[in-house]
């Protein structure tokens, strides 16, 4: 049987707080996100989709006041780009 772990990295994502973040914004079951995730994690505009999603949702999160959610995402999203 297969963990969430193991889904987290086939899709090549980094942690648990990214496959939340792109599960909540595709409204999808975090398993279901991972398995969307790895499609998109396999291009270059797969994975520049995914930057744009992390921004969007840090940006969300700064102006609602929650600064350490907006920390936290601008953190995966440097990462991410890091990545490209």
């Known amino acids: 049987m ?4 193991d889904c987290i990295a086939f899709c090549g994502l980094e ?8 599960a909540c914004h595709e409204h999808l079951p975090p398993v ?4 969307w995730a790895a499609g998109e994690m396999r291009t270059v505009g797969g994975r520049r989709h995914v930057v744009e999603i992390l921004a969007g949702r840090a940006a969300e999160a700064r102006l609602r006041g929650d600064f ?9 999203v440097e990462k991410e780009r890091a990545a490209l």
Do not use: F, N, P, Y
Request: charged share 35%; no cysteine.
């Open 32 to 35: 279901i996100a991972a398995a």
């Open 15 to 22: 942690d648990d707080d990214e496959l939340d973040v792109l």
């Open 2 to 5: 297969l963990s969430i772990g």
């Open 68 to 76: 350490a959610a907006a920390d936290r995402l601008d953190r995966l």
